[in-house]
């Protein structure tokens, strides 16, 4: 007789992970006002240890969530601002020429891509060399100078924040850039309640209030989170959710809306997405649901509208919501 099989999360390991997701997200949306499908993006993406790329104008909350996330997980964080003058060795670090004990010899220099959590402020503002340098430190988390690797933390996670293209002195990120953000969020304004909300709490803090004057104490360490993440990759994807994902995916490439398509990345990554979903609801298996909420987010960077479709005055987010709107979710 044939024994049944084991489930690939136990119970315990499922409600550890809900424990720190839901101690984490609870902190953050009392700190971040209004922006919550923004936070649970946020706290996806770091499950799945994936990057996330903010899109939005000035004073919208970027900053102050990758602030408070930090705070919160008492990790290592720093920030690039990029700016057109910033060089590639401002990110990754270089080989000074020193002097020891009366020799002269090249040390390496690290930058401040060698942390836990990076914040590129503004990354659209440098040109597309400089862009490039954070590539193979997103992709395999190391960085190699002169010939030499240098590892990274195995958590390294990159939350970049972009102005809207439109604005003056922004350049378009390259698409293999755009290829490593697991999700790209777009920030509107605050609705009339939730600006209001904003002004009640912080009307009274000159300048931006920095998250420990906000009582944002860590909550949860890095060794849960990890945890968390390790039970985000055990989540149960049964062969009709597959199916689904890459349904969803290949319809970018069908479409003539779309002169480019998203990737097959792109399928390997909306599947880890919809895991992490999965986890901060508490939950071992996916559902449908959890893919249809974050295709927008995992795809809209990814594809590149038709000459025809821009013609036309459409966006790419109207077509890849489109595309979802009619694809047959399984039951």
Known sequence: MTPEPKPLLTPEAVAAAQTSITKLTHELRRVILGKEDMIDEVVAALLARGHVLLEGLPGLGKTELVKALSRLLSLEFRRIQFTPDLLPTDITGSHILQERDGRKEFTFHPGPVFTNLLLADEINRASPKTQAALLEA?????????????????????VATQNPLEQQGTYPLPEAQLDRFLFKHVLAYPSAEEERRIVAEYGMVAGQAEPQDLGVTPVVDAKAIA????????VRLTDEIIDYVLELVRSTRATPHLLSGASPRAAAQLALAARARAALDGRDYAIPDDVKTLALPALRHRVILSPGAEIE???????????????????
């Open 138 to 158: 997103m992709q395999e988390r190391k960085v190699t100078i002169d010939g030499a690797s240098h590892p990274l933390s195995d958590g390294f996670m990159v």
């Open 227 to 234: 945890q968390a993440g390790a039970a985000v990759a055990k």
């Open 313 to 331: 005055g459409r966006r790419a987010d109207e077509v890849v919501q489109a595309l979802v709107d009619q694809a047959a979710a399984p039951r």
